[in-house]
Each structure stands twice: as structure tokens, then as C-alpha cells.
């Protein structure tokens, strides 16, 4: 069965993958990975905020008094809690590439251009085959238009493709008003593939401290419905490469995927519940699926049930909207 794949202008051997996490921060799970069959590693990523708060902090130890910049320390996070330095990401960046034969795709998290555009010319330097740019920004300002926002996340694309030479992904959100619109934007700007979607994590709170406590959710197969419609949507009108993250827990799961118009699979939740070898049972459950289907290969299959197929993808949806209104029925017990 021939699963082989082009994402961001690499053949790959199959579309699975792991996602950008704290799983490739760990040399020796890095191998792992690559043993159990990872077409790539994705890094995790470089934050926007390690970067300026490195530089704030060495502004602070040469030429700043002791009282500077008192209000934007308050918004920076600790940098104790990253696991990487931005120099030491670098040197971990070049030891992966070391480490292993499949690409290597460096991640950097943010939402201004500021300070990417030196970290990503020493993130090619370092070695990395491509770069993921995790577009992760929560408008909260009530003067800020939803044109400002995009207009930031274009210019962040902007600025790092003028930068470098690496195939750039753009890691985005769902929350976007015209979604399909920013894909053909993000097109024109050079864009070479989008990975859909980051997650916004949803903080809880402490009603007897008062307090905002963060809290991981890993995800679950019912949070890859919004990734099909959007990877289905795209398919076939963005020219680049489509990757799906969020909700793939089974060769079924990727089959879906794949089937939306997906180049690439990313995995995280899975490998942290199961381990590496989640990596090979979804690999080996999609091999098989179109084993016992009649397919030949994976390209076959890849985006036959993307909205492209249809002459009018708008009129579908909404046909699909109603359908699904109207589909509901009340237990036979009755309420």
C-alpha cells in the first residue's frame, strides 16, 4: 500500500506525525518517535514572550535601572517556566536534525513580528527543514477591529517569509470571520501550507481563592469535526499543503482526515495517553482501512470528500446545516 504523502514540499511515507509539544523537547523521545514510524518531528515551540523577555531581561542587567519597565514585567511570564532558553531551543533544534533522518519543523508561538524575524533566520540557520509559525492571540481590546487582527497575523506571515527561506506553515484558529478568505491571503503572502487548528485553552476559576487556574484538557476524537469542515472547505481551493491537529485518535480518525483533503496528520493527545506507539496503530488501523477498501494508494483517497467535489459548496453546507436541525428526535421514553 503506497501511504506516501506531500507536505510542505516533502514526500513523505505516510501523513502521520506528532505535533508541536513538550514530546520533542526530550532527545531520547525524539528517537522514539522516529522509531515508531513519525514522517516528521515538529518541535515544540519558541514563544514569542521567551524571546522578548530574554532581551527585557538583558536590557534590564546593562543598561536599565533597577525600576524599568516595572508594568511590562508584570505581563511577562516567568521564564522558569519554559523548558528551553531561546539559545539552548537552538542548540536542542540542531541536535534533533543530528539525531534523526525524517524533516525536522521548528515552531515559533506568537502574535506581533517583532521579535520572530531574528529568531527565525537563526531557526533556519540551525538547521530546521521547514517552520510552523502558531499564530495564538486572544482579542480582548474593544478598539481592536477584526481587520486589526488579521492585519497582524498577515504581517507576522509577511515579515518571516520575507526572512527566510524555509517552507513556512501558518498554525491558526478557527475564529477567524472568513477563514477562507485568510487561506487565500495567506497564499498570496507565500505561505506554503496551514495546520488547522491551535487550541485555545479555557481557563477555570477558583471561586474560593479567587483565582484563574489554567487547566490542560487533552483532546478527544469529537474536537476533529471542526478540523474535517475546515480542511473539506480548503481542500482543492488553497494550493498549498493542509494539516490537521487536534482530535486524530485512530486510523479512522486520520482515514477522515485524509479523506477532507489533510497532506499531513498531527498527533499530540494520543502519544501523551498511549505513548509512541500511537504513532504505529494509527499508521497500521489507516494502512488497513484502505487495504480492505479497494485503494491503492493514500493519494486516491486524499480530499474525495472535500467540498471542492462539489459545484456549490455554500448551498451543501447550508443544505447539510438544515438537514441536521431537523434530524433530532426525542428519546422513545419520551422527555
Known amino acids: 500500500m503506497d501511504l506516501s504523502t506531500t507536505y510542505l514540499g516533502f514526500r513523505l511515507p505516510h501523513p502521520i506525525m506528532p505535533g508541536a509539544s513538550p514530546l520533542a523537547a526530550d532527545l531520547d523521545m525524539v528517537r522514539r518517535l522516529e522509531d515508531s514510524g513519525a514522517a516528521a518531528i515538529v518541535m515544540p515551540s519558541l514563544f514569542e514572550e521567551q524571546i522578548v523577555g530574554e ?15 516595572a508594568e ?37 508561538n506568537g502574535s506581533t513580528p517583532a521579535s520572530w524575524i531574528e529568531y527565525a533566520r537563526l531557526i533556519e540557520q540551525a538547521g530546521a527543514d521547514a517552520l510552523e509559525i502558531n499564530v ?10 477584526g481587520e486589526d487582527v488579521e492585519r497582524r497575523t498577515l504581517d507576522v506571515v509577511a515579515s518571516i517569509r520575507d526572512a527566510v527561506h524555509l517552507p513556512l506553515a501558518v498554525k491558526l484558529s478557527p475564529f477567524y470571520s472568513s477563514l477562507a478568505n485568510m487561506a487565500h491571503r495567506f497564499e498570496e503572502m507565500g505561505a ?15 471561586v474560593d481563592n479567587l483565582d484563574v487556574v489554567p487547566k490542560l484538557h487533552l483532546s478527544g476524537p469529537t474536537e476533529l469535526l471542526l478540523r474535517l469542515r475546515w480542511i473539506a472547505i480548503l481542500s482543492g481551493r488553497y494550493n498549498g499543503s493542509l494539516a490537521v491537529t487536534g482530535g486524530v485518535h485512530s486510523g479512522l480518525d486520520a482515514v477522515k482526515a485524509v479523506m477532507a483533503g ?14 509512541p506507539e500511537a504513532l504505529i496503530r494509527v499508521r497500521h488501523d489507516l494502512e488497513h482501512w484502505l487495504t480492505e477498501h479497494d485503494y491503492e494508494s ?14 456549490n459548496p455554500g448551498a451543501l453546507e447550508r443544505a447539510n446545516y438544515m438537514r441536521v436541525l431537523q434530524s433530532w428526535r426525542p428519546p422513545e421514553e419520551g422527555w
Open 262 to 275: 489533510a497532506h499531513a496528520v498531527q498527533i499530540v493527545s494520543a502519544i501523551l495517553r498511549r505513548g
Open 55 to 69: 532581551e527585557l531581561a538583558q536590557y534590564r542587567a546593562v543598561e536599565a535601572p533597577a525600576d524599568a519597565h
Open 192 to 206: 506554503d501550507g496551514l495546520v488547522l487548528f491551535n487550541r485555545f485553552y479555557q481557563p477555570d476559576i477558583d
Open 298 to 311: 493514500l493519494a486516491q483517497m486524499q480530499g474525495n470528500m472535500s467540498y471542492g467535489r462539489s459545484p
Open 136 to 145: 495564538y492571540h486572544l482579542a480582548t481590546d474593544p478598539d481592536e477591529t
Open 72 to 108: 511590562a514585567r508584570s505581563y511577562l511570564p516567568d521564564l522558569k517556566i519554559f523548558t528551553f532558553g531561546t539559545q539552548e531551543y537552538l542548540e536542542h533544534l540542531t541536535r534533533v536534525k543530528q539525531a534523526v533522518s525524517v524533516p525536522v519543523i521548528a515552531s515559533l
